[in-house]
């Protein structure tokens, strides 16, 4: 009688079968760790570096003159310069295609600079030199400091070089933006408010010297301030800070940025949803181009906001 391995069944089969498994399961994990490497090649080499996403809405202003009808204001914002491979390249990119539109003004909600080992002085240079273009341009340009800047102590450097150039820093306060043209009209009043996120804003003094019916615009860097301002005191805000998520995976929150910041989860990108905020206000929260923690954006591309104003 012939032995049972030598008719080809008992151990040899089963031994087949598990050295199948294991090759598949060897190739499923060869194919996740593929996807994974290009994800992550996505996100660190393409996406913050080649893709810009220039999205356009419209705001309806009460008491807008008509000489603003389908005037521009552009936004960009979270610039994060000293970051460890900082997006200095897209920041030119922006600027260059700010430039180019040529907007009644610009608007820039803060986190100018990041953590980094180079000298404050040395960044805040970095910075001026890169949004130089705008002021050389003769635009009109405003902007608001945010959490980082206060959290590297650079804010006075920043203002003290803003102003030196042209740019004109509001911590919680008001300033009115020039009649498109020269135009003799009435002005629009921009409202700066400080960063939430270090205890820096102040809706309410930003503003304290704005007419009650005087159209205008708010800035702020944090989303979470726009429920503290009153009703119709903001027809359009924009914020930055979120990064819209910089690795905003679907289904996968918790992986993002936003898992580090539970208060921002509600307005993370985009407009705010009804509700949020008082009534006859509404909020824009844009990407804004640099990073956070790690220099990668996945779905959640840099971007440059244009607002295109109409009177209500």
């Given at each position: 009688m012939a032995h049972p391995a030598a008719r080809g069944d008992g151990a040899r089969?089963?031994?087949?079968?598990?050295?199948?498994?294991?090759?598949?399961?060897?190739?499923?994990?060869?194919?996740?760790?593929?996807?994974?490497?290009?994800?992550?090649?996505?996100?660190?080499?393409?996406?913050?570096?080649?893709?810009?996403?220039?999205?356009?809405?419209?705001?309806?202003?009460?008491?807008?003159?008509?000489?603003?009808?389908?005037?521009?204001?552009?936004?960009?914002?979270?610039?994060?310069?000293?970051?460890?491979?900082?997006?200095?390249?897209?920041?030119?990119?922006?600027?260059e295609r700010t430039v180019s539109a040529r907007p009644e003004a610009v608007l820039l909600?803060?986190?100018?600079?990041?953590?980094?080992?180079?000298?404050?002085?040395?960044?805040?240079?970095?910075?001026?030199r890169l949004l130089e273009p705008l002021t050389a341009a003769e635009i009109p340009v405003y902007a608001v400091m945010g959490n980082h800047d206060y959290a590297v102590e650079a804010?006075?450097?920043?203002?003290?070089?803003?102003?030196?150039?042209?740019?004109?820093?509001?911590?919680?306060?008001?300033?009115?933006?020039?009649?498109?043209?020269?135009?003799?009209?009435?002005?629009?009043?921009?409202?700066?408010?400080?960063?939430?996120?270090?205890?820096?804003?102040?809706?309410?003094?930003a503003s304290d010297d704005v007419p009650e019916t005087a159209p205008r615009l708010v800035m702020m860097h944090n989303p979470t301030t726009f429920p503290e301002l009153a009703a119709d005191t903001a027809p359009m805000a924009v914020a930055g800070h979120t990064h819209c998520g910089q690795i905003a995976l679907p289904l996968l929150s918790r992986w993002s940025y936003l898992g580090l910041t539970e208060e921002e989860e509600l307005v993370a990108d985009g407009f705010a949803p009804a509700g949020y905020g008082a009534e006859g206000n509404e909020m824009y929260v844009t990407c804004g181009i640099g990073f956070s923690l790690l220099p990668v954006r996945i779905n959640a591309p840099p971007q440059l906001l244009t607002i295109e104003l109409h009177p209500a």
């Open positions: 089969p089963g031994g087949r079968g598990r050295r199948r498994l294991r090759r598949v399961g060897t190739g499923l994990v060869a194919v996740v760790i593929a996807l994974g490497l290009l994800v992550a090649g996505y996100g660190v080499a393409i996406e913050p570096r080649l893709i810009l996403d220039e999205r356009r809405i419209e705001a309806r202003v009460p008491g807008l003159g008509p000489d603003w009808d389908g005037a521009q204001v552009m936004v960009f914002s979270d610039l994060q310069v000293g970051m460890w491979w900082d997006n200095t390249s897209m920041i030119e990119r922006v600027v909600p803060g986190d100018f600079l990041y953590q980094s080992e180079a000298s404050i002085q040395e960044r805040v240079s970095d910075v001026t804010v006075d450097e920043l203002t003290a070089a803003f102003e030196e150039h042209g740019i004109e820093v509001l911590a919680n306060e008001a300033a009115v933006v020039p009649a498109p043209g020269g135009a003799p009209g009435p002005g629009l009043f921009l409202v700066g408010v400080g960063p939430a996120a270090v205890g820096e804003a102040d809706p309410r003094a």
